[in-house]
């Protein structure tokens, strides 16, 4: 689950604010034009771009901590 997700680099927003649910088992396509935010989206999920803002939950696992990065991309799973 995303709540809010927000990456601000420097003063341009390059994604959100994002919510999104992606259930056990569900497969989730991310498409669009070029620099619409689809890299950054996954690259959040995964653990790899802190979020300026929201937070990412996995499996019920708060993996953001403010602005930080609380579950490892290795240890998500």
Do not use: C, F, N
């Amino acid at each position: 689950m995303i709540e809010k997700a927000e990456v601000i680099l420097g003063k341009r927003r390059v994604l959100g604010p994002v919510d999104l649910r992606i259930a056990r088992g569900e497969h989730l396509l991310v498409v669009g034009p070029s620099g619409s935010g689809k890299t950054t989206l996954l690259r959040a999920i995964a653990g790899l771009q802190p979020l300026s803002a929201g937070r990412v939950v996995i499996e019920g696992r708060d993996a953001t901590v403010g602005k930080k990065i609380a579950v490892k991309p290795q240890d998500r799973g």
